[in-house]
């Protein structure tokens, strides 16, 4: 009896899994605009950027620049100057891409860049890079130096 039910649960969640996997990317969740939040005053250089791992830019680097390029003409940030206004820096360890303003933008164009990000259907998130910080540790007991 045990193995029946477990057969039956493996099938459905491998049922489960299939049709996740078989969905069209437009029917992927996508990061939501009213996600976007930015830390601090500003202004904003770097964003991180994680492509899904099924699309180009997320199985291949260099796929990204181009992707860039386009989403700088579509938010209006395009560089008339030749030199590219959002700059593909690096792959970090978690997959995602850093992405680099040049110029550093205010905070409409760091959002409006940010919602053209989370409207892409290849993108599953954006943010601004910000400073992390370690916050304070769990309290260390020791043996009681007073004898209690």
Same mark, same amino acid.
């Given at each position: 009896?045990?193995?029946?039910?477990?057969?039956?649960?493996?099938?459905?969640?491998?049922?489960? /899994?299939?049709?996740?996997? @078989?969905?069209? *990317?437009?029917?992927?969740?996508?990061?939501? !605009?009213?996600?976007? *939040?930015?830390?601090?005053?500003?202004?904003?250089?770097?964003?991180?950027?994680?492509?899904? @791992?099924?699309?180009?830019?997320?199985? @291949?680097?260099?796929? &990204?620049?181009?992707?860039?390029?386009?989403?700088?003409?579509?938010?209006?940030?395009?560089?008339?100057?030749?030199?590219?206004? $959002?700059?593909?820096?690096?792959? $970090?360890?978690?997959?995602? @891409?850093?992405?680099?303003?040049?110029? *550093?933008?205010?905070?409409?164009?760091?959002?409006?860049? $940010?919602?053209?990000? *989370?409207?892409? !259907?290849? &993108?599953?998130?954006?943010?601004?890079?910000? !400073?992390?910080?370690?916050?304070?540790?769990? /309290?260390?007991?020791? !043996?009681?130096?007073?004898?209690?």
């Amino acid at each position: 009896m045990r193995i029946l039910i477990l057969a039956a649960l493996a099938a459905i969640v491998g049922a489960t /899994a299939a049709s996740a996997a @078989d969905a069209p *990317a437009e029917e992927r969740k996508t990061m939501a !605009p009213e996600d976007i *939040a930015l830390p601090g005053q500003g202004p904003w250089q770097r964003f991180i950027v994680k492509y899904r @791992d099924d699309s180009a830019p997320g199985r @291949d680097p260099a796929a &990204v620049p181009e992707r860039l390029r386009r989403t700088a003409e579509a938010t209006g940030l395009a560089s008339r100057a030749g030199a590219p206004a $959002l700059r593909w820096e690096r792959r $970090l360890g978690v997959r995602a @891409d850093l992405i680099v303003a040049e110029p *550093a933008l205010d905070r409409a164009q760091a959002q409006r860049l $940010l919602r053209e990000l *989370a409207a892409e !259907p290849d &993108v599953q998130y954006a943010e601004p890079d910000a !400073p992390m910080q370690a916050g304070p540790g769990p /309290a260390i007991r020791g !043996p009681s130096l007073r004898g209690d």
